[in-house]
């Protein structure tokens, strides 16, 4: 079942969902507005030149900040995490689906590759699977809308 904002009203105030911090704003016809946070892992190229799952992935990928006055920007067809800005959680009888804005998507971004649910009974800043199939490099803000 997806809920409509009502709902999502109803389950913010009985505690089934969380979002935190929250703004009412945000809720829309039957979701919830995420937005970008300033951390990100990106493949470390210059120490690395092939990613092999038969060894330790630890060091393969190193941290990007971003600031207010700071975008990060993506590349075609590069790839990297970031995180959702807000904390998000869901009772032990829900799941939430994480989905891309469609602004997001006119732009080429995708925002998960296999990672698209928040499992039942958790609460977490769920994580992005950034990658950028325009032709073109796309600017990410800090805390903008983006799932």
Request: include cysteine.
């Amino acid at each position: 079942m997806i809920l409509s904002d009502r709902d999502i009203k109803k389950a913010l105030a009985e505690g089934t969902i969380t979002v935190d911090p929250f703004d009412e704003q945000y809720i829309k016809a039957a979701s919830i507005d995420l937005h970008l946070d300033k951390h990100f892992l990106v493949f470390d190229t210059k120490n690395n030149y092939v990613i092999d799952p038969k060894k330790p992935m630890d060091n393969i990928m190193v941290p990007v900040d971003i600031g207010e006055d700071r975008p990060f920007i993506l590349h075609p067809g590069e790839f990297a995490l970031g995180m959702i800005y807000e904390k998000s959680g869901v009772n032990d009888r829900m799941v939430a689906r994480l989905e891309r804005k469609s602004s997001v998507g006119r732009m080429g971004l995708l925002i998960h590759v296999t990672a698209g649910f928040l499992d039942p009974g958790n609460c977490l800043k769920m994580t992005l699977e950034l990658h950028n199939v325009a032709n073109m490099p796309i600017m990410l803000y800090y805390k903008m809308p983006i799932a």
